[in-house]
């Protein structure tokens, strides 16, 4: 039987987990699930298959992303939050009966410029302090106007803002953040949604008519001094590969690219297949491990493009062909970006098309 080398497995029992937890945390509210970037790497059309029946809305960047799930006979509501910038893009939102978000007055103009057969369903974003994407609180009595006025937009317009620092716990910019959004809102009707991920857990005043997990879902930690497991979530993706060789270094030899770790004593030396071509991150900090025979196994040398070496001096009844954990139950992707020095977002996101994908616990 043929065994696999770089691999992810998929556990989609842990994401129904996760968007369980999320209701607890959330229990008044309605739940849209952000699966932009390929659900972050863990397969768009996948993950949104999987949350049917268990969400209420989904969520993408981009408008071919929502038109691949239309395309899929994916029925729940999506949004499309970086909205559209042209009239045909506006008709492509009617023909697949998307919902989209206006973040700034030329999508204002552009609505008031059409013909839409029916009302477009939108959601108006303020910018509270993130200075990306949406419009200025002091815009927002003018533009509501227009919109309100705009024959092309549907009466039930909601509203949103985006935090910057809501993982960080104690720093109250994302408490300003919410008070703005609430007091530029307050005279309103119109369901309102404010909370990602981390507001979800750490800011409760946040968690408003609507809120929009993202990597929670998959199972990652969006708090800093938090772990996943100590939240209570399950990792949907785990990243695996297999040992191909066994060798002996001698005391003083080097290994990998440059020769950057050196042997300091007669070193039981492992190959593993997986490197940066498939997606593990090559800037790897010395410290970090894999987890081999359910033991903790540093990584020794520069990881290369398709493998990484690890020290076998406290594994010593390895085997060729054993399964390796690069992350996964027992060593969260969290912990692994931070030796990488980035954010699981981008690990999670960055794996590529040469590994293959096995489904745990599909209906």
């Known amino acids: 039987m043929m065994q696999l080398a770089a691999h992810i497995e998929l556990n989609l029992a842990a994401l129904k987990h996760n968007v369980a937890k999320v209701r607890e945390y959330a229990p008044q509210s309605q739940l849209m699930a952000v699966i932009k970037a390929n659900a972050y790497g863990h397969g768009l059309i996948r993950i949104a298959h999987a949350l049917q029946n268990h969400v209420d809305a989904l969520a993408v960047a981009r408008l071919d992303e929502a038109i691949r799930l239309r395309q899929a006979d994916i029925a729940d509501t999506i949004l499309v939050l970086q909205g559209v910038s042209c009239a045909d893009e506006l008709q492509a939102l009617q023909q697949y009966h998307l919902d989209v978000v206006v973040h700034t007055e030329q999508h204002v103009a552009l609505l008031e410029a059409s013909d839409l057969p029916n009302p477009q369903n939108i959601w108006l974003k303020i910018d509270t302090g993130m200075n990306r994407l949406g419009i200025r609180p002091e815009q927002f009595s003018v533009i509501l106007a227009r919109l309100q006025q705009c024959s092309s937009v549907a009466t039930a317009i909601k509203f949103m803002t985006h935090f910057a620092n809501a993982d960080v716990v ?10 703005l959004f609430n007091a530029t809102t307050q005279s309103v009707s119109g369901a309102k949604s404010s909370a990602n991920s981390a507001a979800i857990i750490a800011w409760p005043a946040s968690r408003q008519q609507w809120v929009r997990p993202g990597l929670m879902l998959y199972g990652a930690s969006p708090i800093r001094t938090q772990s996943a497991a100590e939240l209570g ?103 692994v970006a931070e030796y990488a020095e980035t954010i699981p977002y981008t690990l999670l996101c960055g794996i590529t098309q040469r590994v293959s994908v096995l489904v745990k616990d599909a209906e």
């Open 170 to 179: 104690h720093d109250m910019s994302t408490a300003k953040q919410l008070q």
């Open 233 to 335: 979530l399950q990792p949907v993706m785990s990243l695996y590969s297999r040992l191909i060789a066994i060798k002996r270094l001698a005391k003083g030899e080097c290994v990998g690219y440059g020769g950057q770790w050196q042997a300091d004593q007669e070193t039981l030396l492992g190959i593993v297949s997986i490197g940066y071509g498939d997606g593990y991150p090559r800037h790897i900090r010395h410290g970090a491990s894999v987890l081999l025979r359910g033991r903790r196994v540093p990584i020794i040398g520069r990881v290369s493009m398709d493998m990484l070496t690890i020290d076998l001096q406290a594994c010593s009844d390895a085997n060729i062909g054993d399964k390796v954990t690069l992350w996964g139950e027992g060593l969260p992707v969290e912990e």
